[in-house]
């Protein structure tokens, strides 16, 4: 027996050892901010799968490869909800919304899709940017502020 377990009880495992303390994760103050996002690119990719009869029934007669390249989009959209916990996904969604926006030659109202969306995500991606600056600070409930020496002050003032 030279792998691993060589040596420990099968039968008991980590969470039945009496000596053991629950494991405490800490919160994650960015979770309901990656939730929006991956809730508002299902609801953009969902628009963007509506918009198929939309350019089907108006004039500019969308073809087939129109159709897949909606598809297609609406699947990255679905895709990228996967990645928001990376440190790229801002770009990939603006990405994303460039190629919604480029949509604009398959149908008019793809491109308006991709304009609204991009103006959300923008103001999504400006509260996070928010959210992080004021935890920072200290300035969200439940933190305390951190004081700043006022100019003229020496440090051993207080």
């Known amino acids: ?10 039968s008991v495992t980590p969470d039945d050892a009496p000596d053991r303390q629950p494991q405490y994760r800490p919160p994650d103050p960015e ?44 699947l990255l959209m679905i895709v990228a909800c996967r990645y928001v916990k990376k440190p790229w996904h801002p770009w ?19 491109g308006v899709v991709g304009i609204v969306f991009g103006v959300v995500f923008a103001f999504i991606f400006w509260f996070g940017y928010e959210f992080r600056r004021r935890a ?10 951190i004081e700043r020496p006022g100019p003229g002050s020496a440090p051993g003032d207080r």
């Open 136 to 145: 920072r600070l200290g300035l969200l409930p439940g933190q305390t502020p």
């Open 1 to 10: 027996m030279t792998d691993e377990t060589a040596g420990t009880n099968p």
């Open 31 to 74: 979770k309901g901010l990656r939730g929006s996002i991956s809730a508002t690119l299902v609801l953009e990719a969902l628009t963007v799968l509506l918009a198929i009869p939309v350019a089907k029934n108006t004039g500019s007669g969308t073809g087939t490869l129109g159709v897949i390249a909606i598809v297609v989009l609406a």
């Open 92 to 110: 990939a969604v603006a990405g994303l919304q460039v190629l919604t926006i480029a949509g604009w030659a398959i149908s008019a109202p793809l």
